[in-house]
């Protein structure tokens, strides 16, 4: 890794030691559907609300044990960080298909149990991924239901990617529909700052927010 990359990571991790969030859930992103190139992935996002200005922040933790032919295992620890320390807020476990029906098409089914805003783990959530690489086109789509085991009030979320571009340069959008929610159009950009995928950089930016994710692979 040279000194560049060692920069971009070490400023992004130390810019988004702030209250954390799982509000990343179908929320529109490139190869949301694909593992990462290693066994271990940690996902850095940084939310900036633009109708409120309120910023939250979470880690991902992920791993992709190979449990069979063009097969993994998906686990997935969202953490909040912030002055007082780390917050476990959830776990997610899901099966990951690779290149299905002799295509370029990914494939994730999963579920989780997540904190919810009294702290404890009443949120369950079922979510399925999908991304589809055809040449230099991608196309992604993701969705998520929710229940709270404590109130019963359930919650759904789906959203639809398509991205243009090559190995290290990706644009494009997406589009959200959130249950209780005006369809929030999305636009994309992501640069694989090293040319294995080991490390790249997401930003986004709609009429709601505007974000940015850091990925590394170990």
Request: proline share 2%; charged share 20%.
């Amino acid at each position: 890794m040279n000194k560049i990359t060692k920069n971009i990571i070490i400023g992004a991790a130390a810019t988004i030691m702030v209250s954390g969030s799982i509000d990343v859930i179908a929320q529109g992103d490139f190869f949301n559907g694909q593992p990462g190139p290693r066994l271990t992935q940690l996902d850095h996002y940084l939310n900036i609300d633009r109708q409120t200005g309120k910023i939250n922040g979470t880690y991902i933790a992920k791993a992709f044990p190979s449990i069979g032919t063009n097969t993994k295992l998906l686990v997935a620890l969202p953490m909040g960080v912030s002055k007082e320390g780390v917050d476990m807020k959830g776990i997610n476990l899901g099966i990951m298909k690779q290149k299905m029906f002799g295509k370029e098409l990914y494939g994730v089914a999963a579920i989780g149990a997540f904190k919810d805003k009294t702290g404890y783990l009443n949120d369950i959530s079922s979510q399925v991924y999908a991304t589809l690489n055809a040449g230099k086109i991608s196309v992604d789509v993701e969705a998520m239901f929710n229940v709270n085991c404590k109130n019963k009030n359930t919650h759904t979320k789906a959203s639809a990617t398509i991205g243009y571009g090559n190995d290290r340069i990706r644009g494009g959008g997406s589009i959200t529909v959130e249950q209780g929610k005006k369809p929030q159009l999305q636009a994309i950009a992501r640069y694989d700052i090293t040319k294995n995928h080991q490390f790249w950089l997401e930003t986004y930016v709609s009429k709601q927010r505007a974000g940015i994710r850091l990925a590394a692979n170990f």
